[in-house]
């Protein structure tokens, strides 16, 4: 298997743009993670999703984000309007129900000049 | 609510010393637990996990123990090389079955030749 997929892996924009973070998880995963992590905050769960249906979105920072599961192998991270504050690096996770394991993209680094 | 907390770094230590990050955890219930470890520039991935008291987990030379009496998950290793260089992080998922863990937030250990 590929593993979790993430795009773009590198985002360079300015204040104000809208940003996509893109996921793809690994093939039979039932469960979706989006974190963010800085230096200052470590690593944050933003929201998590089972069954393609947010579950827990308590650590989404404010309304400029949203995420979506349209299906089963795509989910979509926005930001509108970006910040200089969201840089950090933005990692997606999935795993199957019953397993305890969480197996986690590459990442994408944001940059909001 | 459901925490970790590990010992803060960075930890730097010479090649072939031993190790030992300190973790410990609040939960209620009865949780599994685990350490993820991300080398610089990926994500992270498991490393070991002890799913019920006295459990160890090991893993690439790397072992820790679930201790309930002392609510730790200590990560130890006899003998570090320099490619073992990167953040650990501990973490535990309730046991409720909602799939989501809990992270510490990461100890880097960084090890000189």
């Known amino acids: 298997d590929a593993g979790v997929i993430q795009s773009p892996r590198h985002e360079v924009t300015e204040m104000g743009q809208e940003v996509t973070l893109r996921c793809k998880p690994i093939s039979g995963h039932d469960y979706l993670f989006w974190y963010r992590q800085t230096m200052m905050r470590g690593l944050e769960l933003l929201i998590y999703?089972?069954?393609?249906?947010?579950?827990?979105d308590s650590g989404m920072p404010e309304d400029r984000f949203s995420a979506k599961m349209p299906n089963a192998s795509f989910s979509t991270l926005k930001i509108q309007p970006s910040e200089p504050r969201d840089s950090a690096v933005y990692f997606c996770?999935?795993?199957?129900?019953?397993?305890?394991?969480?197996?986690f993209g590459p990442g994408t680094r944001l940059t909001v000049l | 609510g459901d925490s970790v907390t590990q010992m803060e770094g960075p930890v730097t230590l010479s090649e072939e010393a031993f190790l030992t990050i300190n973790c410990t955890y609040t939960?209620?219930?009865?949780?599994?637990l685990f350490w993820y470890v991300q080398y610089p520039g990926e994500g992270l991935q498991l490393l070991l996990k002890?799913?019920?008291?006295?459990d160890k987990g090991s893993n690439k030379g790397f072992e820790a123990t679930y201790r309930k009496e002392t609510t730790s998950f200590h990560l130890e290793k006899g003998s570090v090389q320099v490619s073992d260089s990167a953040v650990y992080f501990c973490?535990?998922?309730?046991?409720?079955?909602?799939?989501?863990?809990?992270f510490g937030q990461g100890t880097t250990l960084q090890v000189k030749p």
């Open positions: 999703f089972n069954n393609n249906v947010p579950i827990d």
């Open positions: 002890a799913t019920k008291a006295d």
């Open positions: 973490a535990l998922r309730t046991s409720g079955n909602t799939g989501k863990l809990i």
């Open positions: 996770a999935s795993s199957i129900r019953d397993s305890n394991t969480q197996y």
């Open positions: 939960a209620t219930g009865y949780p599994s």
